[in-house]
């Protein structure tokens, strides 16, 4: 049911296990504290290659969801709740691979592995909340397609602007809170480590580090994923089955669900797929630590990057839009 609930709980023992690896180095550090970052291992020669697919990939994010946005803010026609979610969601998109990817890129092509205190709790922060604020606004979305399909008459007034702010608000804070918390328990934590296993920092890799045990940071992350995740399936879950219980009792409500929702259910479930291939490939101790490595960032590459394409192809009013306004700003030009 909710796939990053076994990840969570193959976290917290992997840091047990790391925390006893660290008493061997009982001196606490000191302000300013410098981590090395363990990366990939990059074969003599490979390192252009690698940063030229990354920059791709980051570019090709930047562009498609970058594109959306704009035409999303710019046309007012598409200030209605199905697009101004979409737009929430593509920013969620951006914050996750922009703690990732660039830095990644520094490693390919200069083999920078060295991250200072700050700039990786920064990282971690924006990671964590990329992961529960898709989540959260993947829920207020399946929310709006349930009160969209299955109470169309009252639509408009149930949606109103004032509460379609009102739940991207609250999928946003409910995200910053959660993870605020979650790293309020970094504070007076000692560390005794400099070097994280990971290609970018998380908050389960740099408690790690620490010179103490830190079981209520690691219970408070692995019941945050299970509710969090429990939550969000329990809430798409539902929506979608009055959605198909209205399309089974109306026909004239069939090709409406599907036109609302199909995009909406697949992003859901490329997301809920990019997880669990992280879960999968930590049940395999042989697979080498690089495919490990390259799994464990796929949540953050591959949703962001398909994302602007599943709206665009669905959507066939974001992508009328959209050709509308790069025709109409050739034509200015020429």
Not at 43 to 66: E, Q
Not at 100 to 111: R, S
Request: glycine letters at 6%; a positive charge; charged letters at 10%.
């Amino acid at each position: 049911m909710c796939v990053t609930c076994f990840l969570g709980f193959d976290v917290f023992c992997r840091n047990e296990l790391l925390w006893m690896e660290n008493l061997t180095m009982v001196t606490p550090l000191k302000q300013p504290i410098v981590f090395e970052l363990e990366g990939f291992y990059i074969p003599p020669g490979f390192g252009p290659l690698l940063f030229f697919l990354a920059l791709f990939t980051y570019m090709a994010v930047l562009l498609g969801n970058g594109v959306i946005v704009y035409v999303i803010v710019m046309d007012k026609n598409l200030h209605r709740p199905m697009f101004v979610m979409v737009c929430h969601l593509l920013v969620c998109d951006l914050l996750g691979s922009t703690a990732v990817l660039p830095g990644l890129m520094m490693h390919f092509l200069m083999g920078h592995k060295r991250i200072a205190y700050i700039p990786a709790i920064a990282q971690a922060f924006s990671v964590h909340t990329y992961g529960v604020a898709v989540q959260t606004v993947l829920g207020a979305m399946a929310y709006d397609r349930y009160i969209a399909v299955c109470e169309p008459l009252r639509y408009h007034a149930i949606m109103t602007s004032a509460r379609l702010h009102s739940c991207c608000a609250l999928a946003w804070f409910i995200a910053l809170v959660v993870i605020a918390v979650l790293f309020g328990f970094h504070m007076n934590v000692p560390l005794c480590g400099r070097t994280i296993q990971h290609v970018y920092c998380s908050n389960q890799s740099i408690l790690s580090l620490a010179c103490i045990p830190t079981p209520v940071s690691n219970i408070y992350g692995l019941s945050l994923t299970w509710i969090v995740n429990t939550g969000i399936f329990l809430i798409i879950a539902f929506s979608y089955i009055r959605i198909l219980s209205a399309s089974l009792r109306q026909s004239g409500v069939r090709s409406k669900a599907f036109q609302t929702c199909a995009s909406h259910l697949l992003v859901y479930v490329l997301y809920q797929i990019a997880v669990l291939i992280i879960v999968i490939s930590y049940r395999f101790p042989s697979a080498s630590q690089n495919l490990k490595k390259f799994f464990s960032i796929l949540f953050i590459i591959v949703p962001p990057a398909i994302n602007p394409i599943i709206y665009g192809l669905v959507s066939k009013d974001l992508r009328s839009n959209i050709i509308k306004q790069f025709t109409t700003r050739v034509c200015h030009k020429h």
